[in-house]
């Protein structure tokens, strides 16, 4: 028959167990202190330097400034206008240029605290993919319709070269290829992604941000 020992024990044995099933759980996160901002949190901040892949450097540093406030579970503000500090981790210039963002701190108002963070978007800016996971921004290549005619201008400079040796008519050829070879130029030419001075950016906390307390 059990006893009262063995019930305590078994109760004892239960509670420790549940423990740990919710301590392993994943969707069972930590709520952020009161003076915290929470993870997940989207904001927007505004360049203060201008970003061009066409020179720049893995490393680079860069300064953005809080276009809104941002309240903690306290209400406690940072308010718009603080200071951000980030750095370019990663750069590819080219036909598909692209560059990965990093923040670093940002300015409470009460200290400056690590400012955890991915980028999730370029507002009103059409030239920029959609980021992806890891918030990398890339420009938008040349359309379908583009590079068919890049291909054809090319097949084009090959019957142009041949038909030059022909006299006059080959010479209008040439002439015709020519033009068309300009305005591909251009489009290959201005492939570099630029991020304006007063880019707004969309950003989303990967961390919860906690504002030092006074």
Do not use: Y
Request: charged share 20%.
């Amino acid at each position: 028959m059990p006893t009262l020992r063995s019930h305590a024990l078994s109760s004892l044995f239960a509670l420790l167990s549940a423990a740990c099933l919710f301590a392993q759980d994943p969707a069972v996160a930590p709520q952020a202190p009161p003076n915290a901002i929470p993870e997940g949190t989207r904001f927007l901040v505004r360049l203060n330097d201008k970003l061009d892949t066409r020179n720049l450097q893995q490393g680079k540093h860069f300064k953005a400034k809080l276009a809104e406030d941002l309240v903690a579970g306290n209400g406690t503000v940072i308010p718009r206008g603080k200071t951000i500090k980030g750095h370019v981790s990663a750069v590819e210039q080219g036909l598909h240029a692209r560059m990965m963002l990093s923040f670093d701190e940002i300015d409470t108002g009460h200290g400056s605290m690590p400012l955890i963070a991915t980028i999730t978007g370029v507002p009103g800016d059409h030239a920029v993919k959609e980021p992806g996971e890891e918030g990398e921004l890339q420009r938008k290549g040349m359309s379908k319709q583009h590079e068919i005619e890049a291909v054809a201008v090319g097949a084009g400079i090959g019957a142009a070269g041949g038909a030059v040796k022909g006299g006059g008519k080959g010479a209008g050829i040439g002439a015709g290829a020519g033009a068309g070879v300009g305005a591909i130029a251009g489009l290959l030419t201005d492939h570099d992604l630029r991020l304006e001075k007063g880019t707004v950016l969309e950003v989303r906390l990967d961390h919860p941000l906690q504002i030092p307390f006074r």
